[in-house]
């Protein structure tokens, strides 16, 4: 059974219908997730929760240091062999 640790990240979306851009100010936008990918491969079962632990603790301080634009999602996901 092989492990992987997915993140992904949160990104500043514009969803005004007319797409409006006022100096660098959406008219309309939302924070939307993008899709997982891979961060690290073949992550050792006992160390899963270890791993989890580190990279959300990291995001956290990277979140309380840059703003919500630095946050991300993180997750341990079964690939089949």
Known sequence: ??????CRAKTLVNVDGK???YNGCYAGWEWQYSEWGVFEYD?????TESRLEFWRDLNDYAVSQR???ARREYRIVETPE
Do not use: D, I, Q, Y
């Open 19 to 21: 797409r409006r851009c």
């Open 67 to 69: 703003g919500e634009s």
């Open 43 to 47: 992550v050792p079962p006992e160390k």
């Open 1 to 6: 059974m092989a492990l992987n640790l997915e």
